[in-house]
């Protein structure tokens, strides 16, 4: 099986940081693109970042300049940096992941992944 788990959310007030990581596990024979989410309450999930598995990134215009999205292929890791925090920026984030499994039949398959989500509340 592959699971992503997401960490470092919290309660942070306007204007400061916090940093979200997650970790891909199980059997993972690559990883190709992996992304950022968020779900603000009543709203529907918007992307946030995303980032290839050639470290081209994209942004949705409402977080460029103040968060960055990174990865970490040896440790199959995808991070968050969020700065300048917004209190519309609270929300539940999710990581996901374009991940090539190595199957019990020795075959590759390919699916999306997703995390069961980190909460953000940024207070004003």
């Known amino acids: 099986q592959v699971q992503l788990v997401e960490s470092g959310g919290g309660l942070v007030q306007a204007g400061g940081s916090l940093r979200l990581s997650c970790a891909a596990s199980?059997?993972?024979?690559?990883?190709?693109?992996m992304g950022w989410y968020r779900q603000a309450a009543g709203k529907q999930r918007e992307l946030v970042a995303t980032i290839s598995s050639s470290d081209i990134t994209n942004y949705a215009d409402s977080v460029k300049g103040r968060f960055t999205i990174s990865r970490d292929n040896a440790k199959n890791m995808v991070y968050l940096q969020m700065n300048s925090l917004k209190p519309e920026d609270t929300a539940v984030y999710y990581c996901?992941?374009?991940?090539?499994?190595?199957?019990?039949?020795?075959?590759?398959?390919?699916?999306?992944?997703w995390g069961q989500g980190t909460q953000v509340t940024v207070s004003s």
């Open positions: 996901n992941a374009y991940i090539v499994k190595l199957t019990t039949a020795m075959t590759l398959e390919d699916y999306v992944y």
């Open positions: 199980g059997s993972i024979f690559k990883i190709n693109g």
